[in-house]
């Protein structure tokens, strides 16, 4: 079936970076592009950027401009989100979700998470 | 202030007929699609409407989504105790660096 699984919970220091795996499995990896999204605790949901596996251009908010990076490895069919600079307010938990972008359907599988906790 | 707007919160009784507005300008539901998304504490959001008022296969016929302007709203019939939840509305924004924005939530409480 088609899915997206992430990689597991982090901890990291104000300062630090980290990088949250997202592997897709039962559809054509390329055909798809994959979103980030991110809900800290008590807020809504955060657009963080998006990129196409095929190809691996990117768009990334503006708000994170500088700070995020994501990439694809069309070998293992996974992306890659990587948030530098890390500050408490970077606690969230943090979605991959796939889209196919140009029909406009929606961002229809999502992961199911990584919670990343940023704390001294 | 969230670029699209919600009401924080909505309720009704099972059975009832619920409307959630979305509130947006020219640059991105005025001019782009809109998804609706519903979210349960500690999982995953789901997609509920997508393209303005399209359901995925799967999502109860109770869901309908609609567009007029700058505003859109998700519509949920026959209201059940399941059903409650956070529901979130999204658009791209060709103004603001193209991002995709989210409404800032309702939380929908079944009486």
């Known amino acids: 079936q088609v899915q997206l699984v992430q990689s597991g919970a982090e901890v990291k220091k104000p300062g630090a970076s980290v990088k949250v795996s997202c592997k897709a499995s039962?559809?054509?990896?390329?055909?798809?592009?994959i979103n980030w999204v991110r809900q800290a605790p008590g807020q809504g949901l955060e657009w963080m950027g998006i990129?196409?596996?095929?190809?691996?251009?990117?768009s990334y908010a503006q708000r994170l401009q500088g700070r995020v990076t994501m990439t694809s490895d069309t070998s293992t069919n996974t992306v890659y989100m990587e948030l530098s600079s890390l500050r408490s307010e970077d606690s969230a938990v943090y979605y991959c979700?796939?889209?196919?972008?140009?029909?406009?359907?929606?961002?229809?599988?999502w992961g199911k998470g990584t919670t990343v906790t940023v704390s001294s | 202030q969230s670029v699209l707007t919600q009401p924080p919160s909505a309720s009704g009784t099972p059975g009832q007929r619920v409307n959630i507005s979305c509130s947006g300008s020219?640059?991105?539901?005025?001019?782009?699609?809109v998804s609706w998304y519903q979210k349960f504490p500690g999982t995953a959001p789901k997609l509920l409407i997508y393209a303005d008022n399209h359901r995925p296969s799967g999502v109860p016929d109770r869901f309908s989504g609609s567009k007029s302007g700058t505003s859109a709203s998700l519509v949920i019939s026959g209201l059940q105790s399941e059903d409650e939840a956070e529901y979130y509305c999204a658009a791209w924004d060709d103004s603001l660096n193209g991002d995709l924005f989210f409404g800032g939530g309702t939380k929908l409480t079944v009486l």
């Open positions: 990129i196409n596996p095929d190809g691996g251009s990117t």
């Open positions: 020219s640059s991105n539901i005025g001019f782009n699609i």
């Open positions: 039962g559809y054509t990896f390329s055909t798809y592009y």
């Open positions: 979700a796939r889209e196919d972008h140009d029909s406009g359907s929606g961002l229809d599988v």
